[in-house]
């Protein structure tokens, strides 16, 4: 017996393992994007132990040092050592994109599936009010609500949440009339279904896959956006690490040669941002196989 | 009758490639060329802007034509308003106003005001006389002099200039009160070129009040009222947007990223070489550096000190600082607020902040130590014997904090999101004053905002920037901290120091004001209102060989001041 | 439903989007905090001269009533002065807007090229380390902040090399500006001869445009991909070509069937450059729309938000309409849009739909896309 579960259990490892490799060739995208997340986890997870100096006690003697032994990415005009706080900011924005596109696909799909269910003239007037919305750029609207709301975290979150539930409501709302034309809801209904259990049951899953590719993408955007407002002088508090305002507080460094300020945190979003869109395209040819790579 | 099939075609990811492949080659090659043009046009530009260095400077430094950068344009330049430092720079040049300051070499190679004895001489005046009790004054003007809209000066555009300044509330209005003109009765015009003005009390700042260009910046009166309304009699509107000054120069083009200023063909009193000033607006300090080193402009005041250190080695730029403006940046408790109601908590603040860590790091080493309640010692009766802060303390910051029960207080200091120094400083207090044993929270705001908040005077702790038009002791001391001052922005309200601050602003007499001075530094000390992070100079950036820069207390460039050896 | 019919219904809903979007903005900023009074008044001031200046701007009235004027003077095309810069909103939008138009423009330009080799060569061949860089190039293009792309670009070629002009707006500064037609100063420059300072708007404008017209490539790249892909792979093509089709028809096949979400995506591309300038605008001090965004909201000033939401929406959404106009000239069946199928059509949208600081495609145009795919 003994011996045949431990046949079983090698047959099973070398089977994941003959998966990974398969996925790995069919799909790189999604185990590329996994590893970088899988990296950006740990660097959240771990962050404080990472931090050789702390990322929000100034010195002011170690100010504008380059790149070094002492400060592997130097030290800004605080004399806060970069490399600690690119690794603090990333559970800011870690943090904030994930929470502001969670709460917005949550939301959103309440309100998607919800007034495609109603239809008629509340499926038309919040339709039309999420397109309106959607008119003004998104940029302007968050920064508004920053402006309005006060430089929180919390704030930021709600910005990014306004400003992607249009797109939720749309994606969720129109899966779920595809769903609806094709008769399952109808027949379902006839057999006395509650519309709860429609929504789970039959519209969840179609919905899911495209919601979830979207999400992925969705939350390299927000990164960017509320990296945007961190630049533009919207972000949150100092001395916050937020990889945004690092760039802001270095953009007039560069010209005199204190290079390491800005590029550093620039890097770190582009690794967190190509991790996430790795991961949507990954996720994209998962859930459809009809997409060619 | 079969007839041959149709030509069969390549296979078909051939013919698909094949077509790909040829777009592909006539794209890539046009990707080339216009990354490859970019480049090149850029370079190309560039050259030209860096042959410009040579050129541009040369050109300035030739002959006529100027160039100053800063970090915004102003976005109105009606003369009573103060709208950012912007148009202090912009206003003085093109409002001349009745006196000036005497400036001499002081020994740093350029004439400055004598701000220990300052003195004024008249400009657009002739002449400043007054009775002996310094109530009644009379102003005399010149003959010849003629705005930049053709009109010659005469009472009647100083008689409207000071009745604007009554109606208007904005910077001017507080200047010509503080000069005791408080009303219409305290004017009176005698005739074309002479104009008295009765003060309800003796002012013995009266003549260098008369020097500021808020108060006392001569607007063309002939030239105003073709633009007033019956809604807007002193052509406010009108004035927001279009010059109308006795000053050397005017105003030729007004842009959201430029103005451009040409000499005023009117005014006799100099002989300026630059005909034609262009002020550039640049928000980015690293641009403007770049736009010095690369001689596109000639002129820079709002240097960061990590720009003054990457200028220091260029010896094209000459780099002139003066503090006659007893420049410093200070930090300021509202002593409303619960929190700092205990002048032994705000000592303790004081003793606490990393003074030296705050130099090293924002100001890289180009500041000092504050010395009086004005910042540094400039002004007379300014001790710094008196001033027992030296140096950090946090020990006893933290004992005065635990005498006043105040551990775990929460603290607010709120800053201007558009200040460098602002943010960098409230970093560094922050975590100093969280290691003595308080809660502080760091709150930056937009400059709107910032302003009604200065204005509600609901901001525990905060910045401000110093500079004073007046070198007068008193005179800063009452607008800052006379309980009735309506900028008092800080609520200081003590009694004793109220009765010396009124004492000292009228005994014209200087040692006896020297005391009082003295005895209102030591309850200002006890009940410490604020503290002076740092003391600096003030520093422009001028490319050579232009010369002719000279301290003034508003932190001027006179255009009509400079000039360069021809080349 | 006829096409002539649809025209007019899209054209209808136009004004109605835009009040509805400009009522929005006037509610939500007048509550925002910071009284524009403040910028006006410098540092010292007594509340008295707040609130003399309060009452003369206006600004302590009902809000209703205030909503009234407003619309007024919206009908009147005023709309208000700005607080920041004394001049009517109107004419300020008038001076930023073209420096915006002209760097988008720009943009698009630059990634229209780069996004169409990368993308086209990435369809082409799915493997292999030209397909290898083109992928790398659209998961770059995708995830660099373009703020800091211009940053970067700035300190290589600004501060190391030396060969581009500094990133102090879209001319030299001792150059004086051509006489203005369009407001851009490179086609205003060319207009008038005025060659030194056509370089010199053309130099200053490389840089901001490389830095944004290098991130928007990557939407291009991909759709291009899939398009491209799709096409080589589809059912018509493949029966095309066994059937002995001639290159040509399969090629303008091809196009024709690229042109409508290549429309599409060029509107909504269009748009998000319009919105994401902000930033590298601010690197650049190019002195348009984004900038004086930023300084409206941040300080406040009333008239010039509404002003700005107003001028970018209406060009939003006559963007949209433009496209669907087009779009339902060149496609009649698309004039009678529904809500998409799964899969391909969901793709594309996904595709498109990259709202990251612009705004997504309406509802028409998306399902324009999706009903275009459908058909396939």
């Keep these: 017996m003994a011996g045949l579960s431990a046949g079983h259990g090698a047959v099973r490892l070398t089977r994941m393992r003959a998966d990974l490799a398969r996925t790995a060739r069919v799909n790189p995208s999604l185990v590329a994007g996994g590893a970088m997340i899988g990296i950006l986890v740990f660097v959240a997870v771990f962050g404080p132990l990472l931090e050789r100096y702390p990322a929000d006690l100034p010195d002011g003697s170690a100010s504008l040092q380059p790149p070094g032994m002492e400060h592997w990415f130097g030290t800004d005009t605080s004399g806060f050592d970069v490399f600690s706080r690119v690794v603090a900011a990333a559970r800011v924005d870690l943090f904030i994109g994930l929470a502001g596109t969670l709460i917005a696909m949550t939301i959103g799909g309440i309100i998607g599936i919800g007034i495609a269910f109603a239809g008629g003239v509340v499926d038309t007037l919040v339709s039309r009010t999420a397109d309106l919305l959607q008119s003004i750029p998104m940029f302007v609207t968050a920064l508004l609500l920053v402006m309005l709301f006060g430089q929180r975290v919390s704030n930021i979150i709600v910005a990014i949440t306004v400003v992607y539930l249009p797109l939720y409501v749309r994606t969720f709302r129109t899966e779920t009339r595809v769903v609806m034309e094709r008769g399952f809801v109808r027949s379902a209904r006839i057999s006395g279904a509650s519309t709860r259990r429609i929504a789970i049951s039959h519209v969840l899953p179609t919905a899911m896959p495209p919601a979830l590719g979207l999400w992925a993408t969705s939350v390299g955007w927000a990164i960017l956006m509320a990296t945007g407002l961190g630049f533009v002088g919207a972000g949150l508090k100092p001395p916050t690490a937020e990889w945004g305002s690092m760039i802001s507080g270095g953009a007039s460094l560069v010209i005199t040669g204190q290079w390491w300020v800005a590029l550093f945190p620039g890097l770190a979003i582009v690794f967190t941002v190509g991790a996430f869109t790795l991961l949507s395209e990954g996720l994209e040819q998962a859930f459809d196989p009809r997409a060619r790579r | ?567 | 439903m006829s096409r002539g019919r649809f025209a007019i219904r899209r054209m209808a809903t136009f004004p109605v989007q835009i009040l509805g979007v400009v009522t929005l903005i006037f509610f939500v900023v007048h509550v925002l905090p910071g009284s524009p009074v403040f910028k006006q008044l410098g540092l010292f001031y007594t509340p008295e001269q707040v609130d003399a200046a309060t009452e003369q701007l206006g600004l302590d009235r009902p809000l209703l009533e205030q909503y009234g004027d407003f619309l007024s003077d919206l009908v009147r095309a005023d709309l208000g002065t700005s607080f920041v810069t004394s001049k009517p909103v109107t004419e300020d939008l008038l001076d930023v807007f073209p420096a915006t138009l002209e760097l988008a423009i720009a943009s698009l330009l630059i990634a229209l090229v780069l996004g169409g080799i990368f993308g086209i060569v990435s369809g082409m061949k799915a493997r292999g380390p030209v397909a290898g860089s083109a992928t790398a190039y659209r998961l770059v293009a995708g995830a660099v902040p373009e703020f800091w792309l211009g940053l970067i670009l700035v300190y290589v070629f600004v501060t190391e090399l030396g060969i581009a002009p500094g990133p102090t707006g879209q001319l030299a500064s001792d150059l004086p500006p051509p006489p203005r037609v369009t407001g851009m100063i490179v086609v205003d420059s060319a207009i008038a001869g005025d060659w030194p300072a056509f370089r010199s708007a053309l130099a200053h404008l490389a840089l901001p445009a490389l830095a944004l017209g290098f991130s928007i490539g990557g939407p291009i790249a991909r759709l291009l991909r899939i398009l491209v892909a799709d096409s080589r792979h589809s059912d018509y093509a493949q029966y095309g070509r066994m059937a002995g089709l001639r290159r040509r028809t399969l090629v303008g096949y091809g196009v024709r069937s690229a042109i409508v979400p290549l429309t599409t995506l060029l509107a909504v591309l269009t748009v998000i450059v319009m919105s994401q300038s902000v930033a590298v605008e601010i690197v650049f001090a190019w002195g348009g729309l984004g900038q004086y965004t930023v300084a409206a909201v941040q300080s406040s000033d009333y008239a010039a938000i509404q002003g700005v939401v107003l001028a970018t929406t209406t060009f939003v959404l006559f963007v949209y309409l433009v496209t669907d106009l087009i779009q339902a000239t060149l496609d009649p069946r698309l004039v009678d849009a529904r809500p998409s199928g799964p899969g391909g059509a969901g793709r594309v949208r996904r595709v498109l739909a990259r709202p990251s600081q612009g705004a997504g495609p309406p509802p028409q145009s998306a399902a324009v896309v999706s009903r275009a795919q459908e058909s396939r």
């Excluded at chain 2, 200081?492 to 020297?514: I, S, V």
């Design chain 2, 1 to 567: 009758m079969s007839q041959l099939p149709p030509k069969v075609p390549q296979s078909p990811v051939d013919s698909v490639r094949g077509m790909s492949r040829r777009r592909f080659i006539v794209l890539s090659s046009s990707a080339v060329a216009i990354t490859g043009a970019s480049g090149v046009l850029a370079a190309c530009g560039g050259d030209e802007d860096d042959d410009g260095g040579g050129g541009g400077g040369g050109q300035a430094a030739a002959g006529t034509i100027l160039g100053q950068a800063y970090p915004s344009i102003p976005g109105q330049i009606d003369p009573t308003q103060y709208s950012g430092s912007d148009i202090i720079l912009i206003n003085g040049n093109v409002y001349a106003t009745p006196v000036r300051f005497v400036t001499t070499d002081l020994g740093r190679g350029f004439p400055e005001v004598d701000i220990q004895n300052p003195e004024v001489e008249p400009w657009l005046a002739e002449s400043l006389e007054s009775s002996s009790d310094l109530k009644n004054w009379k102003l005399t003007l010149r003959d010849d002099v003629v705005s930049s809209r053709g009109n010659p000066l005469t009472t009647e555009d100083v008689r409207f200039t000071v009745e604007r300044n009554l109606a208007i509330p904005g910077n001017g209005q507080i200047i010509v009160q503080f000069a005791g003109v408080t009303s219409e009765k305290n004017v009176k015009v005698v005739d074309e070129r002479t104009i008295e003005f009765p003060l309800d009390e003796g002012n013995r700042l009266f003549p260098q009040l008369m020097q500021n260009q808020f108060g006392f910046g001569i607007v063309d009166a002939t030239e105003a009222k073709k633009h007033a309304t019956d809604k807007d009699p002193h052509a406010t509107k009108w004035l927001a947007r279009n010059d109308a000054g006795f000053g050397p120069y005017k105003v030729a083009a007004f842009t959201p990223q430029r103005m451009d200023f040409e000499l005023n063909t009117g005014y006799k009193l100099d002989k300026p070489q630059y005909k034609t000033i262009n002020w550039l607006g640049v928000p980015e300090p690293g641009s403007r550096l770049n736009l010095i080193q690369t001689g596109d402009v000639q002129v820079i005041n709002e240097l960061q000190p990590v720009q003054l250190e990457a200028l220091e080695s260029n010896d094209q730029i000459e780099l002139l600082s003066t503090n006659v403006s007893a420049p410093s940046d200070q930090v300021l408790f509202n002593v409303s607020v619960p929190e700092l109601r205990d002048p032994r908590v705000r000592q303790a603040l004081a003793w606490a902040i990393p003074r030296q860590g705050i130099i090293d790091s924002v100001y890289r080493g180009t500041a000092t130590e504050w010395k009086t309640p004005l910042g540094g010692e400039e002004y007379r009766g300014a001790d710094a014997s008196l001033n027992p802060f030296t140096g950090e303390d946090p020990d006893k910051a933290r004992e005065l904090i635990q005498a006043a029960g105040a551990e775990g207080s929460k603290i607010e200091v709120v800053f201007d999101t558009s200040s460098f120094w602002q943010k960098e400083v409230g970093v560094q207090l922050q975590s100093a004053w969280n290691e003595v044993g308080l809660d502080v929270e760091l709150v930056g705001v937009a400059p709107a905002v910032w302003g009604e908040r200065l204005g509600a005077k609901d901001m525990p702790v905060f910045m401000i920037p110093f500079g004073w038009f007046v070198p007068d002791f008193f005179y800063v001391m009452n607008l800052l901290y006379n309980s009735k001052s309506g900028v008092n922005s800080t609520t200081f309200n003590n009694a004793e120091a109220d009765r010396l601050l009124n004492a000292g602003m009228n005994e014209p007499d200087a040692d006896k004001r020297d005391q009082i001075a003295a005895d209102f530094q030591r309850v200002f000390y006890e009940d410490l209102p604020a503290v002076a992070v740092a003391v600096r100079d003030a520093t422009t950036a001028i490319r050579k060989p232009i010369t002719g820069f000279t301290g003034w207390t508003n932190g001027m460039v006179y255009w009509a001041d400079l000039s360069s050896e021809s080349s």
